[in-house]
């Protein structure tokens, strides 16, 4: 990696303000950094706050590593926005000063190095299992991610979850540090990562937040499988996306050899006009209703958007006697 001078200033003077996170001095931290009080603790723990309920897929952690304090607060921004959960990644072998002075060869140099190093996790690893959507949070070290977080990802199943990875560090961009992660968790749905500078606000995360809610839209899971959907636009997928924001469960059930239908439990606006439906097509019925089609009919519904399957994969999936469906704002 070029070690710019602008670089090597920043990490001094992150270094020498922080030292090692094996220490855990707390950075003098303004009311803008000050993370929540109920980030979890050194060890791992997910916060409790919905544990013992059943979840809901498509329910969000944030996951993340800080060493020095940056990313922490960050991290807790996006939990206290969607509501998440969240869970620190402890190295066993906590970080000194040493470990990370960024131009000697420290233990964070030699580990960078290493495409085999995978420094141990302290304490239980998070049960992902409920979780649609992770945000993985880490420090640029040497333009990548650490490599506790290679650690995380193969000690977890993340298929068919989205992953949206964020970093901090002192001036280098995300660059191929995200992409360089997807290797480690190949089945995950990776979302473009995102930098920020030490000492974001709330309020730029929250912006952060709504543009990525507005690009990535709805989710749909059928059981466990995330189903690749072009939405419409129009004011029922919208209705959708409110309805969504805290996870939408539909059971459904076949109808006349062609669909999949189910109950929203609530009314979306409609514009209805006569439509011959075709495999694949997912349609409003009678403003309440979600149709899915494995098959074709002729009745009056409003598009709701199409399943990007081929004809076998969606026949598959939806000639069952019911199937659940997931919808979720992301
Ligand atoms: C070992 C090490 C390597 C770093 N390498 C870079 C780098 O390549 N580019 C950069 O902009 N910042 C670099 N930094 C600075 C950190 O990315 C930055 O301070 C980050 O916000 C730290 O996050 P944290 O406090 O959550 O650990 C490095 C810091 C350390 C300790």
């Not at 996951?63 to 998440?84: H, M, R, W």
């Not at 333009?143 to 995380?152: E, R, V």
Request: aromatic share 8%.
């Amino acid at each position: 990696m070029k070690r710019t001078v602008s670089i090597l200033v920043i990490v001094l003077l992150t270094l020498s303000l922080f030292g090692g996170c094996g220490s855990r001095k707390a950075p003098a931290q303004s009311p803008e950094t000050a993370p929540p009080a109920d980030v979890s603790e050194p060890g791992g723990d997910t916060d409790s706050e919905t544990s013992g309920a059943p979840r809901e897929s498509g329910d969000v952690i944030v996951v993340y590593f800080s060493c020095t304090g940056n990313t922490k607060p960050l991290a807790g921004y996006i939990q206290d926005e969607l509501n998440a959960d969240i869970y620190e990644i402890v190295p066993k072998e906590p970080y000194t000063a040493a470990d990370i002075d960024y131009n000697t060869d420290c233990r964070a140099s030699r580990e960078q190095q290493d495409p085999s190093a995978r420094p141990a996790i302290a304490g239980e690893l998070p049960d992902l299992s409920g979780y649609g959507t992770v945000y993985l949070g880490y420090p640029i070290w040497y333009g990548q991610a650490p490599k506790i977080m290679y650690t995380f990802l193969e000690s977890m199943d993340l298929s068919g979850k989205t992953v949206i990875p964020f970093c901090t560090s002192g001036s280098s961009p995300v660059g191929t540090s995200a992409e360089n992660l997807h290797a480690s968790a190949p089945d995950a749905q990776w979302k473009d990562g995102a930098r920020f500078a030490a000492g974001t606000s709330k309020k730029e995360i929250k912006e952060w937040l709504n543009t990525m809610n507005a690009q990535n839209e709805l989710s749909l899971r059928i059981g466990d499988r995330e189903i690749p959907v072009t939405w419409q636009s129009n004011a029922a997928v919208d209705a959708l996306r409110e309805l969504a924001r805290s996870g939408l469960t539909v059971q459904t059930s076949p109808y006349g050899g062609f669909e999949q239908v189910g109950s929203l439990g609530a009314e979306l606006p409609t514009d209805d006009s006569r439509i011959s439906a075709k495999a694949g097509d997912i349609m409003l019925y009678s403003g309440n209703q979600i149709v899915l089609f494995y098959g074709s009919n002729t009745w009056e519904y409003t598009r709701l958007g199409h399943i990007d399957l081929s004809k076998a994969e969606i026949t598959e999936l939806l000639t069952q006697n019911g199937i659940t469906i997931t919808v979720t704002n992301r």
